[in-house]
T-cell receptor, first 113, second 111 residues
Framework: KAGVTQTPRYLIKTRGQQVTLSCSPISGHRSVSWYQQTPGQGLQFLFEYFSETQRNKGNFPGRFSGRQFSNSRSEMNVSTLELGDSALYLC????????????FGPGTRLTVT | DAKTTQPPSMDCAEGRAANLPCNHSTISGNEYVYWYRQIHSQGPQYIIHGLKNNETNEMASLIITEDRKSSTLILPHATLRDTAVYYCIVSTRDSNYQLIWGAGTKLIIKP
């Protein structure tokens, strides 16, 4: 089985721009979660999608949004980028029965200048 | 805030068992204990989880105390490739669960 894939792997943007990151879950997985990882704050939960609906949301501003498509692929969008948004963005997928063993992708490294 | 406490770092000799402790004194009856690890520059990797019974899989063993206030992850024969940050997380398994990640334990396997 192919693992979780994320594109792009690296991205450089300037302040004020917006960015869209993509995640393809493991085949058959319907839950996709997004995390932000920074050296200072560690891994922080952004949101989770299940069957195209946002089911859980972390404590991030509205500039961070996401969506999930009918094939379970997910995208997250960050608008009006700030320097503090520089981070590794990780996507994880879980199986149909919602067991919490999550399988992570390699992440997208976003640098905001 | 994370509901777990782990030592920030540990060393272990290659070939020996690595025992990583985790305190979760406020764990609720319906919360599971999960262990993940993150090797440098990679996404986290699921290792094992348990509720109250000890668990074993091909990667590791999980020992949970009877009062469930602490647990230990055991890597039976550590190799250099086991060098990573190990995260202990407690979470429910219902639809509202969130994995709240602490700082983890940086495990260094030494030759």
């Amino acid at each position: 089985k192919a693992g979780v894939t994320q594109t792009p792997r690296y991205l450089i943007k300037t302040r004020g721009q917006q960015v869209t990151l993509s995640c393809s879950p493991i085949s058959g997985h319907r839950s996709v979660s997004w995390y932000q990882q920074t050296p200072g704050q560690g891994l922080q939960f952004l949101f989770e999608y299940f069957s195209e609906t946002q089911r859980n949301k972390g404590n991030f501003p509205g500039r961070f949004s996401g969506r999930q498509f009918s094939n379970s692929r997910s995208e997250m969008n960050v608008s009006t980028l700030e320097l503090g948004d520089s981070a590794l963005y990780l996507c994880a997928s879980s199986g149909l029965d919602r067991l919490a063993e999550q399988y992570f992708g390699p992440g997208t490294r976003l640098t905001v200048t | 805030d994370a509901k777990t406490t782990q030592p920030p770092s540990m060393d272990c000799a290659e070939g020996r068992a690595a025992n990583l402790p985790c305190n979760h004194s406020t764990i609720s009856g319906n919360e599971y204990v999960y262990w993940y690890r993150q090797i440098h520059s990679q996404g986290p990797q699921y290792i094992i989880h348990g509720l109250k019974n000890n668990e074993t899989n091909e990667m590791a063993s999980l020992i949970i105390t009877e009062d469930r206030k602490s647990s230990t992850l055991i890597l039976p024969h550590a190799t250099l490739r086991d060098t990573a940050v190990y995260y202990c997380i407690v979470s429910t398994r219902d639809s509202n669960y969130q994995l709240i990640w602490g700082a983890g334990t940086k495990l260094i396997i030494k030759p």
